[in-house]
């Protein structure tokens, strides 16, 4: 997503936390890295085996692996000091500042010829080579 002042990245990672995602920033490119290493362990044992000797066991484990890596360049419009990231409810929002480009404001510059040169070692005003002077009219 683009506003004027910034773009919006979101990427959906469900079941992640911070501690999963790593957002890195290396020149122009951008990476978001998410991983994670779980395992759930369920154990099914009611209490109720009346025998000391029989007891009935179960034990399940799952092991769940994710990685997922994405990379981005980046238009040369962003403010790379400025980036954030957020994460809520499985949710990565990244923000990328636009830089504020300055306007370039109209203006004249005066070029100097013999004439100017004579006209400025009348009035006192400072010429630098090439015949140019200091004098701008902004």
């Known amino acids: 997503m683009e506003t004027d002042a910034a773009y919006i ?4 990672l469900p079941g992640m936390d911070e501690e999963n995602v790593t957002v890195r920033l290396d020149g122009r490119v951008l990476t978001i890295s ?3 290493n779980r395992e759930h362990e369920t154990n099914d044992d009611d209490g109720k085996d ?7 066991l179960r034990v399940e484990r799952q092991h769940h692996r994710s990685y997922q890596q ?3 360049s980046l238009p040369k419009n962003v403010d790379s000091d400025a980036i954030t ?31 100017r040169q004579q006209q400025a070692a009348i009035t006192g005003e400072a010429s630098v080579p090439n015949g140019a002077t200091n004098k ?3």
């Not at 990245?9 to 959906?12: G, K, Q």
């Not at 009346?50 to 009935?56: E, P, Q, W």
């Open 50 to 56: 009346g025998d000391d000797k029989v007891r009935m």
């Open 136 to 138: 701008v009219a902004v």
């Open 9 to 12: 990245l979101a990427a959906d």
């Open 70 to 72: 994405r990379a981005f």
């Open 34 to 36: 998410a991983g994670d």
């Open 85 to 115: 990231a957020s994460l809520d409810k499985g949710v990565l929002h990244v923000t990328l500042p636009k830089v504020i480009e300055k306007s370039s404001a109209s203006r004249t510059i005066h070029i100097a010829g013999k004439n």
